[in-house]
Each structure stands twice: as C-alpha cells, then as structure tokens.
C-alpha cells in the first residue's frame, strides 16, 4: 500500500502500474469534502515520492465515481470573506494541477456519476475511459454558482468552447455516447470491462504508443480561437443564454465571461480567473438560496424515507373521481408502475379520465420519453369502473370528487364499506379539514389527506396531511406511495387549507386590496413575474379557477376570520358572479384564445376593466416596491404562523412546499429564506408600514423577538 486514508487509497497493481481508488468512508457515494481534499493532496504526494510508479489509473470503490463536493460545506464556507474564498479555491487547484502535473500518464476510469468536482477531477486526468452506463456533467449552475475546481478552464480547452458553454450553462448530465463524441472521454466500454480498459489504455501510454504529455498540453494552454472567432463564440452564446436563464439567475452568463476572459491564459492565469468570479458568485443571496434548497430538498427526501419502516406495500390503489384530476392520478400512479382502479359515477367522468391519462402518455412517447410498448403497458394498468367490485383488493384510495364536504362525507363512508379493513383512504382535499372529513369514517386512523397540485404530472408537491386521528401507518403508506408516483411528499398537519393554500390566499388578499386601491392588476402580474413568479396573481386565478379561488377563499374566512374574511367585494368576486371563471370558460381577468399548438393564450379583455370599477375605492399609485410588499408579506406572515403553530415541522418543509407546490421563486429560496435575505428586523420593518391593513400584516410576537435578538430561519 502506498497510501491509506479514509477516502483514498493508493496501490500497486503491477508492473509500475498504481491505482488511486476514492471509497469515502461510512458514505453511500464519494464526495469532495475537505478531508477528501486533504487525502487527495497526501495521495499525490506519495505517488511523486515513489519513483518505481510508472502510470496511474484513479477508480471508484462505489457505484458512483464522484457525485461533486460536499454541499454541506457550502455553507459554512460561502460565509467567508470574498478573499478567503479565493484563496480556499486556488488552493484546491493546486491539488488538481498536481494531480495533472504528474510525471506519468494518467487514467480516470469513470463508473456511475462524475459530477462537478468529480468530473473536473477526470478532467486534471490525461485520459478518460467511461462505463457505457456511466453520466458525466458540471451542473454547479443550478445551485448558483459555477465550476471551482478547473472546470471553466479545462472544459473548454478539451471539448471546444461551444460544447463547454453547453454543458456549463445548461448545467447538463452527459451519457457515455455523447461525452466521446465531444471528445471529453476517449473510450466508452462495457461496465464490467473498465478497470481493463482503464489499464490498458495507460499501458499503452507508457509504453509510449501513446503520447500523453502532447494530450494533456492542451489543457495548459490558451485557447486555440483567434480574436473574431472568439468573439462570435462568446458574445452569441451571452446573448442566447442570458435569455434562456433570466435575470434573476447570474451563473451561466458569468461561467461565460469567465471562460471569455481566461481565453487568452494559460492554466495558472486562468484559474485565478475561475476562482475570483466564483467567489463573487458564491457570495450572491441567488447562491445562498439555491444551496439551501438543495440541502432542504436533501432533508425532505431523508425525512420521507423514515417513514418506509412503518409503510404498508401498495400494490393496488384506487381513484374515485374521475375527470381531470382523477385521470392525472391515474396516470401518475400507472406511469411510475403502480396499477390503479379508476371509478366514477358518470360514464363521461371516465372517459374524461382515460383520455387526460392516454394525452399525457401520448406527448411522452412523442417526445420520446416514453417507448410505446411501455405506454400501452401503462394504460392496461389503469382499470376504469363503476362499480366498487375489485375494491376488496386495494392498498390505498384516493378520494377526488368535488370539493364539498357533504359529498366527500358521502363518498367517504361508502368507500369504507368496500375496501379491507387494513386499507388507507387518502382525500385529496385542497382546503377541507381532514379531521372533519374523518367523522364519516369507522377507522379514521386509516385516513389521511393526500392534496395533489394541478397538472398533477407537473406538479412535484404532494402535501400529505394528518388528521386528529391519522396513525402513523396511515401517513407512512401514504407517504411511501406518493414517492413511488415520483412526488415530493411533505407531511402537515391539519387546519383548513394545510400548509400552501394557507398560505396562498393570503398573497391574494393582497392582491385584491392591490386592486380595490387602484393598482391595474396587469401591472400587478408584471412586477410580480419580474420579482420570479411563474405567474402573476391575476393569471393564477384565471387558470386555477376562479371559482376554486372563491371557495377556498370561503373556508379561509371560515378557519381565520380575523385576518382572511374579507368585508369588500373584490375583482375575483364580480369575475366568479359574472361567470367568468377563467381559463376554464374562456374569460376571466384575462380572455383566452387557443394558440397554433391548440393551447389557452391570454390576452387582455377590456371588459374587465369596465367590470372591476364598482370595487375600485381609491386611485392610489404604487410604486413596484409597494407592489412586492403588499403581495408578499401576508403570504411571509402565514407562513411564519404555519411554522409557529406546528403545521409544519420545520422551515425547510415550509420554504420546499412553496417552491415545489405554487412555484415560489427558487432563487430566493423560500418564503422563510427571503425573510432572512431581507433581515427579519428588515422584513418587521415592511410589514409594520402597512399595519392601517390589520392582522394579515401584523407580524406575530415570536417573529418581533427574533427581530430584536437577530435572529433568523436558517443558521
């Protein structure tokens, strides 16, 4: 053994042949951490001492290669100075240059995933051989930043500059067929044949039929475009990324300016190039958010798994409810390879489900997602009915018919009678008490909520609510089949409208005092779209419904009069008297006009304008800060009452139900996170200058004294 550490081992294999294996030890996969780094270093070290090693092939003793750096880490070392950062990375480059410096050929034989600081550690390599199942890829741009570890500088000079920006921008995994073709692997073999070709390939590199210090020269060098090429590379792909990206996510066009100016370097200038934009990227709020919700995500995923102990298998599900929504369970639940009885009363009810399931499996064979064998598959996995005849066999119910509390008791009751004791039924109420649809049920510790987001396969988010009595097995199963149809689940607890429609119709209410006051609501949508939403406030009523807004406005009133009865009529009330339900009848605040790909376009309708002057009281003007602060500091409030009341567990449950479950802007992390951005003094600040507003803008006790003691959410 040449080396021995807890990440990195180096030894002998045979004639002068050594083998560098990362196996990070009590972890699943290897990460580069700082101890991984250090090793690293100590490695490289004893591999230059020992001058009987000939050439050196770097392998994984997992099933991945490296999945990137430690994000935990992150953390902690975004915190330090600008100057601390740079320096940090330039020193872990001097570990990478070493690695390439080595007097000897090298070989990185990639299994599983190179990632990030695991694929720039293949790229300090000479030669790169990769499992034919293997993928390779930078995607540091999703979490704000870009590559530290010699990516921006390599990439380029080995794959061409417009292959890098492609995989550095687009933040990309790669499969083995692309990653040859572009030239940033040299062979692709079978995954049991890489150690072999891993060492034949660096025997023949000693045996000098391959020249490998002319392939590393490259990577040394400037780049090989002249002035105008460059320019045209450059500044095309600046223009044609920054729109892809927006304005609200800096990272691929800095990656490009980065790459731009260390053009014209060779290695050493140019990853001080790399280092220097890093850091300033590293200290961005967009960074700070966006590796928060990756570390929230990371807890959410390790908080479900808990509860696959106490799950119960689901083998069989079933919908009631057809329609829209019963069709897109159907689907989810079928494409991810659970069978599914899908019953209705009506047989148009049905046939409304099959045909929203066989559209969405149709446009994923279209776009070739999908073989259509599996979608056949996937469809005889859905089996409609109206009767409850095969309901002695199911796991788990779904309940989706209207939302109505009479009907759903109904529902509930009869379902009861059909199905196993042992069975779980699941509502997949949006704003009804589960505690209170309980009372129709014998077992209501077999019940739960199980709130879908419409469309339901785009929508990440199942909420999974515990009712009074819900037992634990009742929310585990639940749980468990939620992330087997591929859903993020978030468990709450019970209260009228949970945890994201809570919080939702108070960011309308803000919306409709906006509007009454004067405010023109296309303005409204536009600032609030600019300040990253998917969609204005106005848009979103129109495609959830005007009337699902008025009755999930109704039983807000009802659950928290104090802050959400309204005592004005408002806009959404004369469009939902007027009919004018939105996206579903055509017109709303906005009309809508099908476009060439047969989908619902907006475009503005004068009449609404002449319809909402009956509730317009005043002519105020606001400014595009007061837009922001009128519409987001009740939804911030709610949702710091939805953490102070225990609905949800923690800040990070809260901040992920938002971004997964009404598409909260993810570079600002959160509602919780953007407090903390802004400084919960800052933020107690904003919301005391609307407090003529009354109670859905006056910040609870807990949050004033966490203003005054500095505190914050998150760290």
Do not use: C, W
């Given at each position: 053994m040449i080396y021995e550490g807890k990440a990195?081992?180096?030894?002998?294999?045979?004639?002068?042949?050594?083998?560098?294996?990362?196996?990070?030890?009590?972890?699943?996969?290897?990460?580069?951490?700082?101890?991984?780094?250090a090793e690293l270093q100590a490695a490289v070290e004893a591999i230059q001492s020992d001058k009987s090693v000939k050439g050196l092939i770097v392998t994984s003793g997992k099933e991945v290669f490296i999945v990137g750096a430690d994000i935990n880490e992150f953390v902690d070392s975004f915190q330090l100075p600008e100057a601390d950062l740079v320096a940090g990375s330039l020193e872990a480059n001097k570990i990478f240059n070493a690695v390439e410096d080595l007097k000897i050929p090298t070989v990185a034989a990639i299994n599983g995933m190179a990632l990030g600081g695991g694929f720039e550690m293949c790229l300090a390599c000479d030669y790169r051989v990769m499992a034919a199942s293997a993928k390779v890829g930078l995607p540091e741009v999703k979490l704000g930043i870009y590559p530290g570890f010699g990516g921006t500088v390599r990439t380029p000079r080995l794959i061409g500059v417009d292959n890098a920006i492609e995989w550095i921008c687009g933040g990309t995994e790669n499969r083995a067929d692309k990653a040859l073709k572009m030239g940033a692997v040299d062979a692709v073999v079978a995954d049991d044949k890489l150690k072999e070709a891993a060492l034949d390939l660096v025997k023949r590199a000693i045996s000098g039929e391959l020249d490998y210090m002319a392939k590393r020269q490259p990577k040394l060098e400037k780049i090989k475009l002249n002035t105008i090429e460059q320019m045209m590379a450059f500044e095309t792909a600046k223009g044609f990324v920054a729109g892809q990206a927006g304005p609200n996510y800096p990272a691929p066009v800095e990656a490009i300016k980065t790459i731009q100016k260390a053009a014209a370097h060779g290695r050493e200038k140019a990853l001080e190039i790399e280092a220097a934009g890093f850091a300033k990227l590293a200290k961005t709020s967009v960074a700070q958010a966006l590796v928060g919700l990756f570390l929230n995500d990371q807890a959410l995923k390790a908080k479900a798994k808990q509860y696959d102990k106490k799950a119960a298998d689901v083998k069989l599900a079933a919908v009631l409810g057809a329609g829209i929504m019963g069709g897109g369970i159907a689907f989810q639940s079928a494409s991810k390879g659970t069978p599914i009885l899908m019953k209705d009363i009506r047989e148009e009810g049905i046939q409304m489900g099959l045909d929203e399931a066989a559209k969405l499996l149709g446009s994923r064979v279209a776009k070739g997602r999908m073989k259509p064998d599996q979608m056949a598959k996937a469809l005889n996995a859905i089996r409609p009915t109206m009767s409850y005849g095969d309901f002695g066999n199911v796991d788990i119910v779904v309940e989706a018919v209207v939302e109505n509390p009479k009907v759903k008791h109904a529902v509930l009751a009869e379902v009861e009678g059909h199905v196993r004791e042992d069975a779980i039924i699941a509502s997949n109420t949006s704003t009804i008490s589960i505690t209170y649809l309980a009372q129709a049920l014998k077992r209501p510790e077999n019940f739960c909520?199980?709130?879908?987001?419409?469309?339901?396969?785009m929508m990440p988010l199942v909420e999974v609510i515990r009712g009074e009595k819900s037992s634990e097995k009742a929310v585990a199963t639940t749980v468990a089949y939620a992330k087997k149809m591929g859903k993020t689940p978030v468990v709450v607890n019970d209260c009228p409208g949970f945890l994201v429609n809570r919080v939702l119709f108070p960011y309308f209410g803000g919306f409709a005092r906006l509007v009454n006051m004067g405010a023109d609501f296309q303005r409204?949508?536009?600032v609030m779209e600019k300040f990253g939403w998917?969609?204005?406030?106005?848009y979103l009523l129109d495609v959830v419904g005007l009337d699902?807004?008025?009755h999930g406005r109704d039983v807000m009133a009802e659950g928290y009069p104090d802050r959400m009865a309204e005592n004005v009529r408002t806009a959404a009330d004369i469009m939902y008297e007027e009919g004018r339900l939105g996206q579903k009848t055509g017109k709303g605040f906005y009309a809508y006009e099908m476009d060439k790909k047969g989908k619902p376009k907006k475009v503005v309708d004068p009449q609404s304008y002449e319809l909402i002057k009956p509730v317009v009281q005043e002519n105020r003007e606001f400014t595009d800060e007061e837009i922001i602060e009128i519409m987001m500091v009740p939804l911030c409030l709610e949702t710091v009452r939805c953490l102070e009341d225990g609905i949800v567990e923690s800040a990070a449950d809260a901040d992920m139900g938002l971004i997964?479950?009404?598409?909260?802007?993810?570079?600002?992390?959160?509602?919780?996170?953007?407090?903390?951005?802004?400084?919960?003094?800052?933020f107690v600040a904003i919301a005391d200058k609307y407090a003529e507003f009354g109670p859905m803008y006056t910040p609870t006790e807990k949050l004033r004294e966490m203003a005054k003691n500095g505190q914050k959410f998150f760290g």
């Open positions: 990195i081992t180096v030894q002998a294999l045979e004639d002068g042949i050594v083998e560098l294996k990362f196996d990070l030890q009590g972890e699943s996969v290897n990460k580069f951490n700082r101890a991984t780094l909520g199980m709130h879908f987001f419409n469309p339901v396969h409204v949508d536009k998917p969609m204005g406030p106005a699902t807004g008025h997964y479950g009404i598409g909260f802007p993810p570079f600002r992390g959160g509602a919780l996170r953007y407090i903390d951005t802004l400084g919960v003094a800052e």
